[in-house]
């Protein structure tokens, strides 16, 4: 192999290098940053916790509480707690890092545009979290507590608790992403205004399916998660609306539907019925 292929080949391998050197820095400093908001929170692990189980312990009758079937749960549980919520401060760090890692790779109108969605997609994520302590919580812990058996004491396990409320922050948090998903999509061209608009009856059963799939299996539950996925779709489609202009094609494609409409609203039986007439004589 000649010198001059030796160092074509170096040269093409030392961007994979570099990018590969760049994204191991760029999780050290995740997995530092993460590890340094976890200490800061870890003193305060208990009352974290007790906060967290304010929605559930607030509707509990009197003389019952939250208890630990396992022997490690008084530990492990606001440990887990803490490490989730370390994520969650630690959140515009990790995407901040994202976005520099993935940035020199965009054109300048692409990076004008992706920095308003990289702080709205922040924005979402905390409100779906806030939404589903301040409103969802309270419904279901509410619904939950009161069509139990009179004889029978609701006494939730707290490693039972934080699972079922970190899967429903997780949801919900994913769930408000859904106005930056849709935008994306017709600003990349994978779809169009009035694509979506056409589908708005599938997207409205699928909301539904998906908020029976991510939620615990009771109708209000469900809704509370479908509902808004679905106005979270429709805030979206409007976004879409303002902030992409339509394309000369899709322009054209509008304009010939609206002319094959309006030929069709101006077609009667007595042209059709002439025109077969002539056929016939021709």
């Not at 990790?94 to 692409?110: D, M, R, S, V």
């Not at 934080?162 to 998903?181: D, M, Q, R, Y």
């Not at 997207?203 to 679905?230: E, K, N, R, Y």
């Amino acid at each position: 192999m000649s010198n001059q292929q030796k160092a074509s080949e170096k040269d093409q391998e030392l961007p994979l290098i570099s990018h590969l050197v760049e994204l191991r820095q760029r999780l050290m400093y995740v997995l530092l940053i993460i590890f340094g908001v976890f200490l800061g929170l870890f003193y305060f692990a208990n009352d974290l916790y007790t906060y967290l189980s304010t929605p559930l312990t607030a509707l509990l009758p009197e003389g019952t509480s939250m208890i630990a079937t396992d022997v490690t749960s008084p530990f492990f549980a606001p440990f887990k707690l803490t490490l989730v919520a370390a994520i969650f401060v630690a959140m515009p760090f990790i995407l901040h890092q994202i976005w520099g890692f993935i940035a020199p790779g965009l054109y300048q109108h692409e990076k004008k545009f992706a920095v308003p969605l990289l702080a709205s997609s922040i924005f979402l994520f905390y409100a779906g979290i806030a939404f589903a302590y301040f409103v969802v919580f309270p419904l279901i812990f509410g619904f939950f507590t009161s069509v139990g058996p009179e004889n029978v004491a609701v006494m939730t396990d707290i490693s039972s608790y934080l699972n079922f409320v970190l899967k429903l922050f997780f949801a919900f948090g994913i769930v408000f992403e859904i106005p930056i998903a849709t935008l994306l999509l017709i600003w990349s061209g994978a779809a169009t205004v009035k694509g979506l608009r056409n589908k708005r009856a599938y997207v409205i059963v699928g909301c539904f399916v998906l908020g029976m799939l991510l939620t615990p299996p009771d109708v209000i539950s469900q809704s509370l998660l479908a509902l808004p996925m679905w106005l979270l779709f429709e805030a979206g489609i409007i976004l879409g609306v303002i902030f992409v202009k339509p394309t000369k094609d899709e322009e054209d494609g509008d304009a010939d539907d609206s002319e094959e409409k309006n030929d069709d609203d101006d077609y009667t039986y007595e042209e059709d019925f002439e025109r077969t007439m002539r056929d016939m004589k021709d």
